[in-house]
């Protein structure tokens, strides 16, 4: 079992290391990052053509000292990519993204999110021989980190009974909300159910999680990210639309730039194709 909890990024790539994909784990923390309150999101019209268009911004606000790199490393992309007084544009954001983490942000996994997991004993880099001919870096989960992934497993098959629940037994999706936290972003089923789930806050801070209590907030946090600390009602419903239309355009800049070369564990500086 980790040392502390992992944040929902880390908690991604442990499920599957090799195929979990560095830019859906860079979403992820700037999800995370909004409900925490380290980054906010605003959303402004523009006139168009034949009708108004919707751009979301991004701006920082503060970051914790205790923040782990993957998440300094999202604020200061976001920084960077922020213009004066409004802050950043998705383009900008995936253009400052490639600039610092790779093409396909393959160093988001690669220096952040693996060395992470490693130092938690969660999982374990090998060498590995690729059609006899050169060596490439792989990783493999360790024991304990099977058994942290089967437990994140777990909590995610709970989490997905909570749009039932929220009709037939909401102490019962307020228990399990608090003990998923941010697990919930890595279940893109639940969107449609965050402003929902926002009214679950105040019995998430007055009670206690299912699962042997929602951890202490904070940055590192799979039971947390708490519903003390984790707020979705900061993702409004209409600036929240908008910025998945801006994360297809985000995805749509990585497809038309150099090879993002798919979700595997290797490529890049691990010496296989050219994977996430």
């Not at 914790?64 to 544009?89: W, Y």
């Not at 790779?102 to 969660?122: E, H, I, V, Y």
Request: glycine content about 14%; some cysteine.
């Amino acid at each position: 079992m980790a040392a502390s909890p992992l944040s929902p990024a880390e908690a991604f790539v442990l499920l599957d290391p090799r195929q979990s994909s560095a830019r859906e784990a860079f979403k992820i923390t700037l999800l995370a990052m909004i409900a925490q309150g380290a980054l906010k999101m605003s959303e402004t019209e523009r006139p168009g053509l034949f009708r108004n268009t919707k751009t979301v911004f991004i701006r920082t606000i503060d970051l914790p000292p205790d923040a782990p790199g993957h998440v300094e490393s999202v604020f200061d992309v976001i920084q960077q990519a922020s213009k004066l007084g409004r802050g950043a544009e998705m383009p900008d954001i995936g253009r400052v993204a490639r600039q610092a983490l790779g093409s396909g942000l393959t160093n988001f996994k690669k220096n952040l999110l693996f060395p992470a997991l490693c130092s938690r004993g969660l999982l374990k880099a090998e060498n590995d021989r690729v059609l006899w001919l050169f060596n490439r870096v792989v990783h493999e989960h360790t024991p304990a980190g099977l058994i942290e992934r089967n437990r994140v497993e777990a909590t995610l098959a709970r989490a997905r009974r909570l749009p039932a629940l929220l009709d037939s037994n909401p102490a019962e999706a307020a228990a399990i909300a608090l003990a998923a936290g941010g697990l919930l972003l890595l279940l893109p089923e639940l969107k449609s159910y965050y402003g929902r789930l926002a009214t679950l806050r105040a019995a998430g801070d007055a009670g206690s999680s299912s699962d042997g209590g929602g951890g202490e907030g904070g940055w590192n946090a799979t039971d947390a990210f708490p519903l003390s600390g984790f707020d979705f009602g900061s993702f409004d419903s209409h600036a929240f639309s908008a910025l998945d239309v801006d994360f297809g355009s985000f995805d749509s800049s990585f497809d038309s730039s150099v090879g993002d070369g798919g979700g595997g564990d290797g490529g890049g500086g691990d010496g296989g194709g050219g994977g996430d």
